[in-house]
């Protein structure tokens, strides 16, 4: 992947760090974290790919500004707001829900970035449509799409995927796990996704080369967090360094650990655990909460 002027991605930040924690010595399991969250403070994690190629088509386009959609706290629409203003494109994003008398700290940052927003009530918004805004180019939620899967399926090609047994990810729109599954190496390791919304029974059947899911880590739905998670995300990063969101990977670690101290994964596993970022949602939590 090709680097857009204005938009400063560091892939070499994106390392595989090897995580020590007793009940992984305990199993016999080694862990690795693909650092995704730290190429980028804003456009960060998986992010990046889905868009990427988004990116090229809208600038091959000359389209004069993105489109896309999303709610109030969304990853999506803060990566779009800010690569847009990095590429000199303008941005506009049609956000589920009334507007608020405040915004969230999510808006008020794509805001900053240049983006105008349409709000539209939750029951329009299943029905949403762009044709009316000519001149944008339009980037589905979450960047779900052909291009969206094509980008994130580079996302292997940061490690020596040969070394690892297994790859495990968080499944919202399952962009990010299609696109892995669709590269990691046929017989040699199983791409594991951990669904993190209620429904889980809608992508139940979804069957994909090298795949399985582990239902039942969703925490009561997206979004969702309980004191639970919230503890162990503080632990995990007590013992790890490594912080993590609620809405993702904190729920993505837990049920990676979960996992081994039930003897999932046969003794010599090697682990490599998707850090998609979104790390911005953290900030909608009382102050305190976590210890990062």
């Given at each position: ?250 729920k993505l670690l837990f049920a990676t650990l979960d996992l081994v101290k039930k003897g999932y994964f046969p003794r010599g596993s090697q682990l490599l655990v998707i850090h998609s970022g979104g790390l911005q949602g953290n900030r909608s939590l009382p102050a305190g909460t976590l210890h990062f």
């Open positions: 992947m090709h680097l857009f002027p204005g938009v400063n991605i560091d892939m070499t930040a994106a390392t595989a760090d090897e995580v020590q924690l007793p009940e992984l010595t305990e199993h016999g399991i080694a862990l690795f974290v693909l650092r995704l969250d730290r190429i980028h403070p804003v456009i960060s994690g998986n992010k990046w790919f889905k868009l990427f190629y988004h990116l090229e088509e809208a600038l091959q386009s000359k389209a004069e500004g993105l489109l896309t959609f999303g709610g109030a706290y969304s990853n999506h629409i803060i990566a779009v707001a800010c690569a847009a203003a990095g590429m000199g494109l303008k941005s506009r994003g049609i956000i589920r829900g009334e507007r608020p008398g405040r915004l969230s700290h999510t808006l008020q940052e794509a805001m900053g970035y240049g983006m105008t927003f349409d709000f539209i009530s939750r029951s329009a918004y299943k029905t949403k449509t762009s044709d009316h805004f000519s001149g944008y180019y339009v980037i589905p939620e979450g960047g779900s799409s052909p291009l969206g899967i094509q980008g994130s399926a580079e996302i292997l090609n940061l490690v020596d995927k040969a070394s690892f047994t297994h790859i495990l990810c968080a499944i919202g729109t399952a962009t990010m796990f299609r696109g892995i599954a669709g590269s990691a190496l046929p017989g040699q390791q199983a791409v594991i996704g951990i669904p993190v919304l209620k429904g889980e029974e809608s992508i139940g059947s979804m069957q994909l080369p090298n795949s399985e899911l582990r239902m039942g880590y969703h925490f009561g739905g997206y979004a969702k967090k309980t004191p639970v998670l919230l503890d162990f995300m503080n632990r995990f990063y007590d013992a790890t360094g490594i912080p993590t969101d609620f809405v993702y990977t904190g």
